[in-house]
Each structure stands twice: as C-alpha cells, then as structure tokens.
C-alpha cells in the first residue's frame, strides 16, 4: 500500500485535553478521523477519475477484460495523460478502484487511505523518468481542511 505520512504540530497537546474527557473524546476523535479518511479516498477516486488531463495524447494498448484482467493488443482508444503535478488520468480505472481504506477503531486509532497497485506510488512520487502526478496527499490535504472545526463541533455538541 502506498504510504504518505502527515505530521500535525499540537496534535499530542489535544490529544491529551481529549484523554481528559475520556471516552467521549475518544469517540469524537475516532469519528473525524475517519471522515476524513472516508473524504480522502473519495476525493482521490474522483480525481482519478474526473481529471483534468492535458498531457500528451497517445493510443493505448492495454485493457481490461470481463474478467478484470489487464490485457495488452491492438491499439483500443485514444488516451489523454495527465501533466506533472496533476491526478493522475484514468485509463483502464484499476487505480481507482484499488483505493482502499482502513478505518480507525477504538483500539486503533488511526485510519489508512492507500493502495496496493505499485504505479500509485509511482505517479505520487514520481520516478527517474517520470515527474509525480500527486493523487493521496492532495486528498488528505483537501478533506483534512476545516478538521480542527469540525473536531470542535463535533465536541461542543456532544457536551
């Protein structure tokens, strides 16, 4: 699964107000968290899926069958790459549908967005021979906007 890390400064400091509150703020904090994770792999998908693409456009040879298997043959359709710094644009939708998410529990309280297919870490990354085309961080990024809000909300009105 591909893996980014987002550190929060302060975080330690609400965690430890929310300890104080017990489980009340363990529930709160267990179901932001997984919004948000929720949020990310919805956003990624979409993006995915939606674009914009304006790269270079090339005929692809690689599909994919009933089976979902990936095939390579004769030329099938046009495609429009993406440019650097753009989500990646869905050609055969096997990223997409391989975001996968773990959510949080209240034994484990962290949630994991990602995905198994090796070419999305390399389209976040980037390779020696390819510039990234971000897709997870920019997610998380998106649907962790507002949190500290929604976090607080979410507290006063349980109070």
Do not use: C
Not at 47 to 76: C, H, M, V
Request: hydrophobic fraction near 35%; avoid cysteine.
């Amino acid at each position: 699964m591909s893996r980014v890390e987002i550190k929060l400064e302060g975080l330690d400091d609400l965690f430890a107000d929310f300890k104080r509150l017990g489980e009340l703020g363990d529930d709160v904090i267990m179901d932001t968290i997984n919004d948000v994770a929720m949020d990310t792999q919805q956003e990624a998908v979409r993006g995915i899926q939606r674009g914009p693409a304006s790269g270079r456009t090339y005929d692809t040879y690689f599909w994919t069958d009933s089976q979902g298997r990936l095939r390579k043959g004769e030329p099938r359709v046009p495609h429009t790459a993406s440019a650097p710094d753009e989500y990646p644009m869905s050609d055969t939708g096997r990223l997409a549908s391989n975001v996968d998410m773990i959510l949080a529990t209240p034994a484990k309280m962290q949630a994991k967005v990602g995905t198994n297919i090796i070419y999305g870490a390399y389209l976040e990354f980037g390779t020696s021979r390819m510039e990234a085309r971000p897709w997870l961080e920019r997610s998380f990024r998106k649907a962790a906007e507002g949190v500290a809000r929604e976090l607080k909300a979410r507290l006063e009105a349980r109070i």
